[in-house]
Nanobody
Framework: QVQLVESGGGLVQAGGSLRLSCATSGGTFSRYFMGWFRQAPGKEREFVASISRQGGTTLYADSVKGRFTISRDNAKNTLYLQMNSLKPEDTAVYYC???????????????WGQGTQVTVSS
């Protein structure tokens, strides 16, 4: 069973950048399809981005397309989310998720991290 630990969140001004990381352990990272989700206060958890096992295919929510980049380093067992041109509406807790099956934007991933807070000030 894989364990996921997010890091890299924080407070940033609008227009700034952050890079989130998701360190994994307890499983063979390259077997897992990975995703990023976020949840703002009072809102449902929403899809942000996902990536195939070898990183060759990615999918983004329309709201982050062109600003965020998902990537993975299978040698380091780590998933990343580079976030540029951040907006106040990007403020949320960001979660990484893993599954051995292709989940894309669906929320039924088997494994989830504890989340990392991202706050974008205007």
């Amino acid at each position: 069973q894989v364990q996921l630990v997010e890091s890299g969140g924080g407070l940033v001004q609008a227009g700034g950048s952050l890079r989130l990381s998701c360190a994994t352990s307890g499983g063979t990272f390259s077997r897992y399809f990975m995703g990023w989700f976020r949840q703002a206060p009072g809102k449902e958890r929403e899809f942000v981005a996902s990536i195939s096992r070898q990183g060759g295919t990615t999918l983004y929510a329309d709201s982050v397309k062109g600003r965020f980049t998902i990537s993975r380093d299978n040698a380091k067992n780590t998933l990343y989310l580079q976030m540029n041109s951040l907006k106040p509406e990007d403020t949320a807790v960001y979660y990484c998720a893993a599954d051995t099956e292709y989940r894309w934007s669906r929320k039924d991933y088997d494994y989830w991290g504890q989340g990392t807070q991202v706050t974008v000030s205007s």
